[in-house]
């Protein structure tokens, strides 16, 4: 609530920091998580970043936002935005809304989102699975992602590991289990690594380096 009332007055890179760290952790610890961190965190200065994740569950953007010490954007399944509050704050936070079974529409949504990148120069999560995984095991990802990633080329790309996610909250439930959160991060791999890359090769290479954090 205090998120969206501060978004009224100023932009979310201007004002939910601290608070998004502070307050994912507070949330984090309340649910009876114990949250650490491995490896760096590149500085904000040497951006933009796509931080390209494993997706376990709705703790991982709680997760993100605890590590991640700078304003970060996001798109994100639209079935989110229609959550009580959460969705509307993410509306007020600036984050874009893409749907699962409307490939056209879906292309449109990461054009627009370019923005992000390009213009406001701020960088983004995005998860290269689409959906949380219904068996704690990793999905293929696809390639939507780094078509955006390529047409853009302009982001390093952070290959993040995120374990415990799935034990502490399963898609299909509701239900919290208490238990220990962490969030890994690999080698930032930049435009000048991946540009000669095909799609499916800068896909295979990140899952690669995803699977290897959470090893």
Do not use: C
Request: proline residues 7%; glycine residues 8%; charged residues 20%.
């Amino acid at each position: 609530m205090l998120g969206i009332f501060l978004s009224y007055f100023a932009h979310p890179r201007k004002t939910h920091y601290p608070l998004i760290p502070l307050f994912s952790r507070l949330l984090i610890a309340v649910s009876l998580q114990k949250f650490s961190v491995k490896g760096e965190v590149p500085p904000k200065k040497d951006g933009p970043f796509i931080f390209m994740f494993n997706h376990e569950s709705m703790y991982d953007v709680f997760m993100l936002g605890a590590a991640i010490p700078y304003y970060i954007n996001s798109v994100g399944w639209e079935g989110v935005f229609r959550w009580p509050v959460f969705g509307y704050f993410a509306k007020r936070y600036g984050a874009y809304p893409i749907p699962h079974n409307n490939t056209d529409k879906a292309i449109g949504v990461l054009k627009v989102a370019e923005k992000i990148l390009v213009e406001d120069g701020d960088s983004m999560i995005l998860s290269p699975e689409g959906q949380r995984t219904l068996t704690g095991k990793i999905n293929p990802f696809k390639k939507g992602v780094f078509h955006f990633t390529k047409s853009t080329n302009v982001a390093s790309i952070v290959p993040v590991g995120l374990i415990g996610a799935y034990k502490a909250n399963r898609r299909d439930s509701w239900v919290i289990n208490p238990g220990k959160l962490e969030i890994r991060f690999g080698k930032v791999i930049t435009p000048e690594e991946y540009k000669h890359l095909s799609v499916e090769e800068l896909r295979d290479l990140v899952q690669e380096k995803v699977v290897n954090l959470l090893d």
